[in-house]
């Protein structure tokens, strides 16, 4: 599977973006997909994922109630709409897919596909 995230940029704190990943090839319509992030210095952190249907979604307490998690299966795309954007947001944010959404958001040193990364920068 083949994924295209977009999306990032710089934004004032409080602000927001929509991040958009693209997932072309393999059966993506059944495939779980999720958001990570690396700020700098830091190790890759979960953001939220979401299992094939759209369902089930899940995030980290940092991020909860600010952002929010979709998936179009018509589109085969997965957004992340990220709302009261904060300096500690900022960030290469990742997508990933996974067939198993337990994979997803407890083993995700055993996902083997990831997008590009999208540079998200939050200025205060």
């Known amino acids: 599977v083949q994924l295209q995230a977009s999306g990032g940029g710089l934004v004032e704190a409080g602000g927001s973006l929509r991040l958009s990943c693209s997932a072309s090839?393999?059966?993506?319509?059944?495939?779980?997909m999720g958001w990570f992030r690396r700020a700098p210095g830091k190790e890759r952190e979960f953001v939220a994922a979401v299992n094939w249907n759209g369902g089930m979604p899940l995030y980290a307490d940092s991020v909860k109630g600010r952002f929010t998690i979709s998936k179009d299966n018509a589109k085969s795309t997965a957004y992340l709409q990220m709302n009261s954007l904060k300096p500690e947001d900022e960030a290469v944010y990742y997508c990933?897919?996974?067939?198993?959404?337990?994979?997803?958001?407890?083993?995700?040193?055993?996902?083997?596909?990831w997008g590009q990364g999208t540079l998200v920068t939050v200025s205060s």
């Open positions: 990933a897919v996974a067939e198993n959404y337990n994979t997803l958001v407890r083993r995700p040193a055993q996902i083997h596909s």
């Open positions: 090839g393999g059966r993506t319509l059944r495939y779980a």
